[in-house]
RNA sequence: GCCCCAGUAGCUCAAUGGAUAGAGCGCCGGACUUCUAAUCCGUAGGUUGAGGGUUCGAUUCCUUCCUGGGGUGCCA
């Protein structure tokens, strides 16, 4: 079914063109002034100026020919101040829609998939294989993970990629560290032919403690630092003994992050690398020194990305360095060769934090300019994330260590909710195993929601207090009210009673509900365009206090009219269902009861 | 130095060039014989960092400052 946005637009626009005047003007909005209009047309104070006419002239004749054409569908047209048209909803037609809603045989609640499916990429997690994910980490997994629920529900072929930080001078540090504390180790035996262990030589938890140990001593020890250095590109070539290395940390780390990305329902489509498109480096290097894009200065390899507008500065990107390894630059570009052979998709997604801006600005231009992204056909986006800060306010320093991990945050949070579910004693009746899911959901449930209600690029400092509050505006909030009304269709169910055709709304907290409902695919697109699944929580949101009202305004297993009581079930059904599609949306599960 | 991002209620944050800038928390005051009170209802709280400009209309766009953060050729 169309969007009402758009139903209203036509008709509006029509009415626009009647008087001789653009189409283009009917654009019609949700009402900033709910209580002198559900919809409202500010196209006539922007047509005064082009037509030389007076706006509120322009609304006059607009409105007269609405009342016309269109008295079906709005009680009330008026024109208020200077010139906005403000549409009130017929009883009648509201209901229609929510109707139609409701019974969308496509069971999406009249959201149509996309007309023109894209293919896109959003590259977001990229954790760095060896560091284990502390709470900074939270945010590009789950925006990214909310983002790509979003593409695929509107219909967009979407994959979600980890795109792991496993190729760079991290590893040659590690590497350098254990050979430090045993070198008798065969991976370092340059002459050793093989076979490895089988078994790794370190876990996961010995590397959070050598990693940190290993980056502080790069920091102060030059030769060490040297060492690293010489180490990461002689992995990059191919060394035996490094690579057998390598292999043991991205098995282990892998496990890892899969446990605790999925504790935040966090998953990918592909778990791919840095270190994935190694062998396309060379290549790429060579076709770009070949077509005079990348150059020899000063021992290293580069790319001018200057733009002859631009006259601020900007500095080369640096596809190889002096010592012959590579960094991100070069793997970010790789990447994309990568991308553009194996998926040809029209955008990619970067959901990366924000201080790469530079980076990728670099790396977008150069291969826009060397033609191994066509500018006309892909769209590269850095759709960036805020940091997480410290207590101090500055971002975390993830080569420190004395940050909280993720395992542990998610730890303290599902604690936080039994407490809480112990306090209100509001489960004590359920099965063990019961209280422990419900927990975990409400845990994850104030997590998330705390993190993604805000903007995609806000920073916002670490605070435990924010991720586990149970009240008001929360992820908590939202499951109350999916399974309080759950709670209701259950009883109707046990009851013999079902949902059936909707009724014009029976008072303005039902009035609410149902435009409110009217909302969803226009917002779906909204928060698409925005790439901003802040739009999606605020939605939930109000979706839910609308539904709390109405829940404290109507009694329905209580009603005696048996068709409004029908009407009032296919309300709440469709209410919950809308509520569950938007929380999945955003990743968070609810539990059948809490 | 140059570039990027931010500055909105006591606090944490929203807001698509539109009317009277909204929520939550906190404060104060109400509502459980009722489909789950993790709820609901109400009160108070603002020179949107400052100045200038564009516009019929600016938190939003441009510009100059101030404050904070980030980035800036061999870390990612």
Same mark, same amino acid.
């Given at each position: 079914?169309?969007?009402?946005?758009?139903?209203?637009?036509?008709?509006?626009?029509?009415?626009?063109?009647?008087?001789?005047?653009?189409?283009?003007?009917?654009?019609?909005?949700?009402?900033?002034?709910?209580?002198?209009?559900?919809?409202?047309?500010?196209?006539?104070?922007?047509?005064?100026?082009?037509?030389?006419?007076?706006?509120?002239?322009?609304?006059?004749?607009?409105?007269?020919?609405?009342?016309?054409?269109?008295?079906?569908?709005?009680?009330?047209?008026?024109?208020?101040?200077?010139?906005?048209?403000?549409?009130?909803?017929?009883?009648?037609?509201?209901?229609?829609?929510?109707?139609?809603?409701?019974?969308?045989?496509?069971?999406?609640?009249?959201?149509?998939?996309?007309?023109?499916?894209?293919?896109?990429?959003?590259?977001?997690?990229?954790?760095?294989?060896?560091?284990?994910?502390?709470?900074?980490?939270?945010?590009?997994?789950?925006?990214?993970?909310?983002?790509?629920?979003?593409?695929?529900?509107?219909?967009?072929?979407?994959?979600?990629?980890?795109?792991?930080?496993?190729?760079?001078?991290?590893?040659?540090?590690?590497?350098?560290?254990?050979?430090?504390?045993?070198?008798?180790?065969?991976?370092?035996?340059?002459?050793?032919?093989?076979?490895?262990?089988?078994?790794?030589?370190?876990?996961?938890?010995?590397?959070?403690?050598?990693?940190?140990?290993?980056?502080?001593?790069?920091?102060?020890?030059?030769?060490?630092?040297?060492?690293?250095?010489?180490?990461?590109?002689?992995?990059?070539?191919?060394?035996?003994?490094?690579?057998?290395?390598?292999?043991?940390?991205?098995?282990?780390?892998?496990?890892?992050?899969?446990?605790?990305?999925?504790?935040?329902?966090?998953?990918?489509?592909?778990?791919?690398?840095?270190?994935?498109?190694?062998?396309?480096?060379?290549?790429?290097?060579?076709?770009?020194?070949?077509?005079?894009?990348?150059?020899?200065?000063?021992?290293?390899?580069?790319?001018?990305?200057? !733009?002859?507008?631009?006259?601020?500065?900007?500095?080369?990107?640096?596809?190889?360095?002096?010592?012959?390894?590579?960094?991100?630059?070069?793997?970010?570009?790789?990447?994309?060769?990568?991308?553009?052979?194996?998926? !040809?998709?029209?955008?990619?997604?970067?959901?990366? !934090?924000?201080?790469?801006?530079?980076?990728?600005?670099?790396?977008?231009?150069?291969?826009?300019?060397?033609?191994?992204?066509?500018?006309?056909?892909?769209?590269?986006?850095?759709?960036?994330?805020?940091?997480?800060?410290?207590?101090?306010?500055?971002?975390?320093?993830?080569?420190?260590?004395?940050?909280?991990?993720?395992?542990?945050?998610?730890?303290?949070?599902? !604690?936080?909710?039994?407490?809480?579910?112990?306090?209100?004693?509001?489960?004590?009746?359920?099965?063990?195993?019961?209280?422990?899911?419900?927990?975990?959901?409400?845990?994850?449930?104030?997590?998330?929601?705390?993190?993604?209600?805000?903007?995609?690029?806000?920073?916002?400092?670490?605070?435990?207090?924010?991720?586990?509050?149970?009240?008001?505006?929360?992820?908590?909030?939202?499951?109350?009210?999916?399974?309080?009304?759950?709670?209701?269709?259950?009883?109707?169910?046990?009851?013999?009673?079902?949902?059936?055709?909707?009724?014009?709304?029976?008072?303005?907290?039902?009035?609410?509900?149902?435009?409110?409902?009217?909302?969803?695919?226009?917002?779906?697109?909204?928060?698409?365009?925005?790439?901003?699944?802040?739009?999606?929580?605020?939605?939930?949101?109000?979706?839910?206090?609308?539904?709390?009202?109405?829940?404290?305004?109507?009694?329905?297993?209580?009603?005696?009219?048996?068709?409004?009581?029908?009407?009032?079930?296919?309300?709440?059904?469709?209410?919950?269902?809308?509520?569950?599609?938007?929380?999945?949306?955003?990743?968070?599960?609810?539990?059948?009861?809490?």
């Amino acid at each position: 079914m169309a969007s009402i946005k758009h139903t209203l637009t036509n008709i509006v626009a029509e009415a626009f063109e009647a008087c001789g005047i653009d189409k283009k003007y009917g654009t019609v909005e949700v009402s900033t002034r709910r209580e002198l209009a559900d919809y409202q047309c500010n196209g006539a104070l922007a047509a005064a100026k082009p037509y030389k006419m007076n706006p509120r002239q322009i609304g006059q004749s607009v409105m007269e020919k609405l009342q016309e054409t269109a008295a079906d569908t709005f009680s009330e047209i008026s024109l208020a101040g200077p010139g906005f048209i403000n549409l009130r909803l017929s009883d009648s037609w509201l209901a229609s829609l929510t109707q139609e809603m409701a019974t969308d045989a496509s069971g999406r609640y009249g959201v149509d998939p996309a007309a023109d499916p894209k293919m896109i990429i959003i590259d977001y997690g990229g954790p760095n294989v060896a560091k284990p994910l502390h709470v900074g980490h939270v945010r590009t997994g789950i925006i990214g993970e909310s983002l790509k629920r979003l593409s695929r529900f509107l219909g967009h072929n979407t994959l979600g990629d980890i795109h792991m930080g496993d190729w760079g001078l991290p590893i040659g540090q590690i590497i350098m560290e254990l050979e430090d504390r045993d070198p008798t180790m065969p991976y370092f035996d340059a002459s050793f032919s093989g076979p490895y262990p089988e078994q790794s030589p370190v876990t996961v938890t010995d590397l959070a403690e050598i990693y940190p140990t290993a980056s502080s001593k790069s920091k102060t020890d030059e030769e060490f630092r040297a060492r690293a250095q010489q180490a990461t590109s002689e992995l990059q070539e191919g060394r035996p003994g490094y690579r057998a290395l390598w292999q043991h940390f991205m098995t282990i780390s892998i496990a890892d992050l899969k446990k605790n990305y999925g504790s935040l329902q966090v998953d990918f489509d592909l778990w791919l690398g840095e270190a994935d498109v190694n062998d396309l480096i060379e290549p790429m290097v060579e076709k770009l020194k070949a077509d005079g894009f990348a150059y020899l200065s000063e021992g290293a390899i580069i790319i001018d990305v200057k !733009d002859d507008a631009d006259k601020k500065e900007m500095e080369p990107l640096m596809v190889v360095r002096s010592n012959g390894s590579v960094g991100y630059e070069a793997t970010d570009m790789a990447t994309i060769v990568q991308r553009v052979r194996d998926y !040809d998709p029209d955008f990619v997604w970067y959901v990366v !934090d924000g201080r790469q801006q530079h980076h990728f600005k670099k790396v977008f231009r150069a291969v826009y300019k060397s033609g191994i992204a066509d500018k006309n056909k892909i769209s590269l986006e850095h759709t960036y994330n805020g940091t997480v800060n410290g207590p101090d306010g500055k971002p975390f320093k993830t080569r420190d260590g004395g940050v909280m991990s993720l395992q542990v945050l998610v730890e303290m949070v599902i !604690d936080k909710a039994r407490q809480r579910l112990a306090e209100i004693d509001s489960a004590s009746g359920y099965p063990a195993e019961e209280q422990e899911d419900i927990a975990q959901k409400v845990g994850i449930a104030a997590l998330k929601f705390a993190d993604l209600v805000n903007h995609r690029t806000g920073d916002y400092a670490f605070d435990l207090e924010r991720f586990s509050s149970f009240e008001g505006r929360t992820g908590p909030y939202l499951l109350y009210a999916a399974v309080r009304n759950r709670s209701i269709l259950r009883k109707a169910a046990e009851e013999g009673l079902s949902a059936g055709q909707i009724l014009p709304p029976a008072g303005p907290e039902e009035r609410e509900l149902q435009l409110k409902l009217l909302e969803l695919p226009d917002l779906l697109d909204f928060a698409f365009d925005q790439r901003a699944p802040n739009h999606l929580c605020d939605y939930a949101y109000n979706l839910a206090i609308a539904f709390n009202r109405f829940y404290r305004a109507h009694h329905i297993l209580n009603e005696k009219d048996e068709a409004q009581q029908a009407s009032w079930l296919g309300v709440a059904q469709l209410t919950v269902d809308v509520l569950e599609l938007v929380l999945d949306l955003l990743g968070i599960s609810v539990p059948e009861r809490m």
